[in-house]
């Protein structure tokens, strides 16, 4: 493993979470807040840090899976760390490991919070809370390939490793230029909703607010009761609408930029995706029409919502859906663990891996039926390698392993099983809210230390997708034999 590269590297995005900060130093001193002097002091150490550790002399710059696994999982935690000062010095979140879990739990996308009064706390905070989401939906170290223009064909390790799906790979020959297309894509597309936004009438502040999480699937809200504080239908329906989107697989859009619009319902993935959608929301409507809401479109509005906020991991809420009937609740349950689609900014096991999953299921049912035929899974109309199908295989149980523990764990406090199993499903999947305690209008505020610890740690696996994570932990991967 080349220590040294992987050091400088992290140098970089150090540097690069600086920059990122300055937005909200600038609300801060606008709005006169003490989070100013948190800010400034937290930019200072990292560019103090950054600049450091990026001078290191390196004996070559080559870089291989295993040393880009380990930027990402070392840049992501630290990276959190770092983003938890301005909560830590300021005071409005006084302990680290509740800053901390706040932090990760922005540059994760999740949105699960331990604030209990979170118009209290100030604008550039809030901002600086929220912006870790656009942040991290993209991802920071994609972000760095992007600005660096020192970004080699090695560097599609770091983009493998940290982009979320099965098989991320380059839209053009050039990895920072398919950096550059990604969050060109990406700027292109927070900034309609943000001007859609203004038109329907939230406040400028709000709208960037509400964009970011909604583009980064994060779900953070500078409200108590998050989007539905504002109980504005035309509101709702541009979040729903841009949930859905940045849902979808980004390289679809790509194809749509060069006229290829056929290549959305070409996509199987999308189709399965969009059906899953469509389906939930007749379920929740017919499940919730008489008995939560008396109006077929009150139903259709709230369900909408909803199941474009679970699917899609960004976990905004108009309504307190811990009060629907135990059959819509269950259908948001399986959307938590399904989640988007590969590519996207979303997070769960991605739709993609489910297709596969059914897909070899069925392929083994037919086998036993007629045991001499061969039989080959397909996505696309393309041979799926045994290969990939295995690594689908793997990571489903790696996930499943990761959130049976993990709960059991979380269990050792003593709260009631759908809190305790949600509290996870959700944070591993990167949603936010779950049910009970943690549910929309709750928060992970009564928490015990050792969940909160718990819980960031399968926050981070669940945005790197777990392997970056096990590298860091296998012996061999620190030799500095590169294979």
Known sequence: M?????????????????????????????????????????ILLLIA?????????????????????????????????????????????????????????????????????IESVPKGLLLWRSFTHWIGGMG?????????????????????????????????????????????????????????????GLPVYDAFIHAFGTAGTGGFSNMNRSVGEYNNVAVEIIITVFMFIFGVNFSLYYQGLKGNF????????????????????????????????????????????????????????????????????AILVVLMLVGACAGSTGGALKC????????????????????????????????????????VMSYFFLYMAVLVVSTLIVALEGKDPVTSVTAVICTIGNVGPGLGVAGPVGNFSSFSLLSKIVLSVDMLIGRLEILPVLVMFSPSSWKRVNI
């Open 2 to 42: 080349n220590i040294r590269l992987i050091v400088k590297n992290l140098g970089y995005v150090l540097v690069i979470e600086a920059a990122c900060m300055l937005p909200s130093l600038l609300v801060s001193l606008a709005c006169g807040q003490p989070d100013f002097t948190a800010f400034l002091i937290t």
């Open 49 to 117: 840090t950054g600049m450091a550790i990026s001078r290191i002399r390196v004996e070559h710059d080559d870089l291989y899976t295993r040393d880009g696994f380990a930027i990402v999982a070392l840049g992501w935690l630290l990276i959190s760390v770092f983003g938890a000062l301005p909560f830590l010095f300021s005071g409005a979140i006084p302990r680290f490991i509740d800053a901390f879990f706040e932090s990760v739990s922005g540059f994760t996308t999740t949105g699960s919070t331990i604030l209990t009064d």
């Open 140 to 200: 920071v170290l994609v972000l760095t390939l992007a600005i660096l223009p020192s970004a080699k064909a090695g560097s599609l390790h770091i983009m493998q490793a940290e982009s979320p799906g099965p098989a991320p790979g380059k839209l053009v020959p050039k990895v920072g230029q398919t950096a550059k297309i990604l969050y060109a894509i990406y700027i292109a597309m927070t900034l309609v909703q943000v001007i859609l936004l203004i038109i329907a």
């Open 262 to 329: 056929k290549a959305f319902w070409r996509d199987e993935e999308f189709r399965f995706y969009t059906g899953t959608v469509v389906i939930a929301i007749a379920l929740i409507v017919i499940n919730t029409l008489g008995t939560v809401y008396q109006g077929f479109w009150d139903s259709l509005r709230y369900a909408s919502f909803q199941v474009s906020s679970i699917i899609t991991t960004t976990g905004y809420s108009t309504v307190d859906f811990n009060l629907w009937p135990v059959f819509s609740k």
């Open 352 to 391: 993609i891996r489910i297709v596969l999953l059914f897909k070899a299921a069925r392929r083994e049912i037919v086998k036993i039926i007629h045991p001499r035929s061969v039989h080959t899974v397909k996505i696309g109309g393309k041979v799926v390698s045994e290969e990939a199908l295995g690594a």
